[in-house]
């Protein structure tokens, strides 16, 4: 069983920046992806940001690529989420979640990770 906490959200104004940061007990070492998945109020849950375990290579939806980064140490068994020039619709919980498929096609397979963290609430005003 693999536990993931988040820490790091809070509330900026639009322009601003975050890094959101998910401690994990167990660190993988398999051909997976590590993930932040976000979910605004009255929304679905949309992925974000993932990175696959072996290799690095990074995957972002379309609304944040070239503001947000996914990095990874795997020595502190981290995750994190660097957010830059956050806008108003980027508002949402934000959960790490862990061991499961890389995105492909659209398609980010939330449904499919094993473990999640209990969120943490990142809010933009304008």
């Known amino acids: 069983q693999v536990s993931l906490a988040e820490s790091g959200g809070g509330s900026v104004q639009t322009g601003g920046s975050l890094t959101l940061s998910c401690a994990a007990s167990e660190f993988p070492f398999s051909l997976k992806c590590m993930g932040w998945f976000r979910q605004a109020p009255g929304k679905e849950r949309e992925g974000v940001a993932a990175?696959?375990?072996?290799?690095?290579?990074?995957y972002y939806v379309d609304s944040v690529k070239g503001r947000f980064t996914i990095s990874r140490d795997y020595a502190k068994k981290m995750v994190y989420l660097r957010m830059n020039d956050l806008k108003p619709e980027d508002t949402a919980m934000y959960y790490c979640?862990?061991?499961?498929?890389?995105?492909?096609?659209?398609?980010?397979?939330?449904?499919?990770?094993?473990?999640w963290g209990q969120g943490t609430q990142v809010t933009v005003s304008s």
């Open positions: 979640a862990s061991d499961g498929p890389c995105p492909s096609g659209g398609d980010w397979y939330g449904t499919s990770y094993n473990y």
């Open positions: 990175q696959k375990l072996i290799g690095g290579f990074e």
